[in-house]
């Protein structure tokens, strides 16, 4: 687990929006790709989402494509996970993470099948969603 200051979980109703953001130390976050992952009980880690290190580029999962929005303020060391249109299956702990990976990975989302790319994150923020 790593330092990150996670912030921005909580409840709310199907429809509805939340906006996680994670702030890392500078060296952990300058030059790396940045993401999230969820793990929900009794169900597989899930790597939702992830940008590249100028944020010219993401990668997110087809369950939260289209309503979900990852984005970095570099000045801030800071990544955002912009999520509307919330579903109950959405409901999981909500991890900021750090991939250790090259460009084309961070863009492909290849870092998702790596054992390993899930290490380098924070202690997570619960997001619920009931209807």
């Known amino acids: 687990v790593l330092e990150f200051v996670e912030s921005g979980g909580g409840s709310v109703q199907v429809g509805g929006s939340l906006r996680l953001s994670c702030e890392a130390p500078g060296y952990i976050y300058n030059g790396n790709c940045m993401g999230w992952f969820r793990q929900a009980p009794e169900k597989e880690r899930e790597g939702i989402a992830s940008i590249s290190p100028g944020g010219d580029y993401t990668y997110y999962a087809a369950s939260v494509k289209g309503r979900f929005t990852i984005s970095r303020d570099n000045a801030k060391n800071t990544i955002y996970l912009q999520m509307d249109r919330l579903k109950a299956e959405d409901t999981a702990m909500y991890y900021c993470?750090?991939?250790?990976?090259?460009?084309?990975?961070?863009?492909?989302?290849?870092?998702?099948?790596?054992?390993?790319?899930?290490?380098?994150r924070g202690r997570g923020t619960q997001v619920t969603v009931s209807s």
């Open positions: 993470a750090v991939f250790p990976v090259e460009d084309s990975a961070c863009f492909s989302g290849s870092w998702s099948f790596v054992e390993d790319n899930y290490k380098y």
